[in-house]
C-alpha cells in the first residue's frame, strides 16, 4: 500500500514555474514507477509525466516536453516536478500517482494509487 500527499501548487503567472512535490508512505515507494497527471475543469485525467523504479527512464507528454521534469528522491520518499515556462492551459488539478506494474507506465489505468491533488492555476 502506498498513501500519497501532494503539494506546492499554487497561482503562477504565464512564463513562470512551480515545483510540484509528492510525499509517499509505504515501503513499495523506492520500487513503484511514479507519475504524475492532471485534470482541467470538464475535462478527462491526463498523463503528464513518468519515471521508472529509480528515475533513471522517464516519459513525458508531449504538451509539456521541455518544460517540465519529473525526478524522485527514494531515500526521502519524495517525487518532484519541476514546471517552467507554465502556461495558462496548464492550468489543472495535479495528481501523484504509484503503479504496482514495471517501467514507465504511462495510462491512468496503469496507476493503483493516487493523491488527493494540488491545484495549479496559471493567469494574469
Known amino acids: 500500500q502506498v498513501q500519497l500527499v501532494e503539494s506546492g501548487g499554487g497561482l503562477v503567472q504565464p512564463g513562470g514555474s512551480l515545483r510540484l512535490s509528492c510525499a509517499a508512505s509505504?515501503?513499495?515507494?523506492?520500487?513503484?514507477?511514479m507519475g504524475w497527471f492532471r485534470q482541467a475543469p470538464g475535462k478527462e485525467r491526463e498523463f503528464v509525466a513518468a519515471a521508472n523504479w529509480n528515475g533513471g527512464s522517464t516519459s513525458y507528454a508531449d504538451s509539456v516536453k521541455g518544460r517540465f521534469t519529473i525526478s524522485r528522491d527514494n531515500a526521502k520518499n519524495k517525487l518532484y516536478q519541476q514546471m517552467n515556462s507554465l502556461k495558462p492551459d496548464d492550468t489543472a488539478v495535479y495528481y501523484c500517482?504509484?503503479?504496482?506494474?514495471?517501467?514507465?507506465?504511462?495510462?491512468?489505468?496503469?496507476?493503483?494509487?493516487w493523491g488527493q491533488g494540488t491545484q495549479v492555476y496559471v493567469s494574469l
Open positions: 500517482a504509484a503503479s504496482r506494474f514495471r517501467g514507465v507506465p504511462a495510462t491512468v489505468l496503469q496507476y493503483h494509487y
Open positions: 509505504g515501503r513499495t515507494f523506492s520500487s513503484s514507477p
